[in-house]
């Protein structure tokens, strides 16, 4: 014959142990998690929504301005295998005359973490021809933001998702 070996009897400590585990195990994991997320994103993504929303009819009759002088801007990025960023900006308006004496801006904006953003002011280095370097670019996605502006007033302003190798 077999011996059967007696069973502990299911007792209202086990039970009130059990549950404290669980819930410790519950918090825990909570815990851990909300301190990765925190940690890892930088938060909101507008700094001042209400100023960002006021803003917004200045944001339309820019781009219709934009729109009405005609002109045609390419840009082209290339990362280079030491990490830097090369931007080149080619600006014609409407008749294929190329724009001098603008002020260039360009950003490299991450879609995740605005702390890798790089701001680059472009120089003019032939008439028409701008550029900049970046240094530290990251392959990944980017949004190449270009900024144009003469005095105070911008004049062309463009967003563009990008792939860098």
Same mark, same amino acid.
């Given at each position: 014959?077999?011996?059967?070996? %007696?069973?502990?009897? @299911?007792?209202?400590?086990?039970? @009130?142990?059990?549950?404290?585990?669980?819930?410790?195990?519950?918090?825990?994991?909570?815990?851990?998690?909300?301190?990765? %997320?925190?940690?890892? @994103? $930088?938060?909101?993504?507008?700094?001042? $929504?209400?100023?960002?929303?006021?803003?917004?009819?200045?944001?339309?009759?820019?781009?219709?301005?934009? %729109?009405?002088?005609?002109?045609?801007?390419? %840009?082209?990025?290339?990362?280079?295998?030491?990490?830097?960023?090369? *931007?080149?900006?080619?600006?014609?308006?409407?008749?294929?005359?190329?724009?001098?004496? *603008?002020?260039?801006?360009?950003? @490299?904006?991450?879609? *995740?973490?605005?702390?890798?953003?790089?701001?680059v002011p472009l120089s003019e280095s032939e008439r028409g021809i701008y550029r900049g370097t970046a240094e530290n670019v990251r392959a990944g996605q980017w949004e190449l933001i270009i900024e144009g502006e003469r005095g105070s007033e911008r004049m062309f302003r463009s967003r563009n998702r990008m792939v860098l190798p």
């Amino acid at each position: 014959m077999r011996a059967v070996a %007696a069973e502990k009897p @299911l007792t209202g400590r086990t039970v @009130l142990f059990s549950i404290f585990a669980f819930f410790g195990v519950v918090i825990a994991v909570n815990v851990t998690m909300m301190t990765l %997320a925190v940690e890892t @994103l $930088p938060g909101v993504d507008v700094d001042n $929504p209400y100023g960002a929303g006021l803003a917004y009819n200045k944001e339309i009759s820019a781009a219709r301005a934009q %729109a009405a002088r005609g002109w045609h801007v390419v %840009a082209h990025v290339e990362r280079q295998a030491d990490g830097k960023g090369i *931007i080149r900006v080619e600006a014609r308006d409407g008749l294929g005359a190329p724009v001098t004496g *603008i002020a260039f801006y360009a950003r @490299l904006a991450h879609p *995740i973490d605005r702390r890798a953003d790089h701001a680059v002011p472009l120089s003019e280095s032939e008439r028409g021809i701008y550029r900049g370097t970046a240094e530290n670019v990251r392959a990944g996605q980017w949004e190449l933001i270009i900024e144009g502006e003469r005095g105070s007033e911008r004049m062309f302003r463009s967003r563009n998702r990008m792939v860098l190798p």
